[in-house]
T-cell receptor, first 112, second 115 residues
Framework: GNSVTQMEGPVTLSEEAFLTINCTYT??????LFWYVQYPGEGLQLLLK?????DKGSNKGFEATYRKETTSFHLEKGSVQVSDSAVYFC???????????FGPGTRLSVLP | NAGVTQTPKFRVLKTGQSMTLLCAQD?????MYWYRQDPGMGLRLIHY???????AKGEVPDGYNVSRLKKQNFLLGLESAAPSQTSVYFC??????????????FGPGTRLTVL
């Protein structure tokens, strides 16, 4: 079946540090891949997405590249800020399905 | 354009009581979803709908019922609440076409506690 695996958190970084949150997936065909962010007390918001192999999604300094050969969609940011503290979810939507599959989430804390 | 709204934001129930959570979206989206979020378990799909008048079971449907009588509304019902249903519930919607196709829009969540 379809599944998403994320690195376990929590991840604690100092401001301006480099961020990587690993995400790998299992799916048939060519799923669409997403990163969602959830700030405290709020719902999830789409951060970025990629719909085909080698696509790079980017937003607010975050980037992730759809790697079909390694079935990965790692999230990166070159310099994190305190305001990036949140929970990050990797997700996929199968090419032949209607429902999204989410990873367990990775909590990021950025210290000043 | 309010996006996805959920009512209520918070609720405390006693075991055995019933309640209905309301989700409304004003983006004319076809697909709507109900998830529950529990610590360390991410989001789990309860029920979903691919259009007005249609519903289907997700990963964890037991103890819940849903209805989609109008395209813009998706109701989640708990007939006899149990402590295991203590969770944060999120509604989401997705459109079939347009530049934001495939993007899920989430509501702010309903925090439910069952005593």
């Amino acid at each position: 079946g379809n599944s998403v695996t994320q690195m376990e958190g929590p991840v604690t970084l100092s401001e301006e540090a480099f961020l990587t949150i690993n995400c790998t997936y299992t799916a048939t065909g060519y799923p669409s891949l997403f990163w969602y962010v959830q700030y405290p007390g709020e719902g999830l918001q789409l951060l970025l997405k990629a719909t085909k192999a080698d696509d790079k999604g980017s937003n607010k300094g975050f980037e992730a590249t759809y790697r079909k050969e390694t079935t990965s969609f790692h999230l990166e940011k070159g310099s994190v800020q305190v305001s990036d503290s949140a929970v990050y979810f990797c997700a996929l939507r199968p090419s032949d399905g209607q429902n999204f599959v989410f990873g367990p989430g990775t909590r990021l804390s950025v210290l000043p | 354009n309010a996006g996805v709204t959920q009512t209520p934001k918070f609720r405390v129930l006693k075991t055995g009581q019933s309640m209905t959570l309301l989700c409304a979206q004003d983006m004319n989206h076809e697909y709507m979803y109900w998830y529950r979020q529990d610590p360390g378990m991410g989001l789990r799909l309860i029920h979903y709908s691919v259009g007005e008048g249609t519903t289907a079971k997700g990963e964890v449907p037991d103890g819940y019922n849903v209805s989609r009588l109008k395209k813009q509304n998706f109701l989640l019902g708990l007939e006899s609440a149990a402590p295991s249903q203590t969770s944060v519930y999120f509604c989401a919607s997705v459109g079939l076409a347009g530049p934001k196709y495939n993007e899920q829009f989430f509501g702010p969540g309903t925090r439910l506690t069952v005593l």
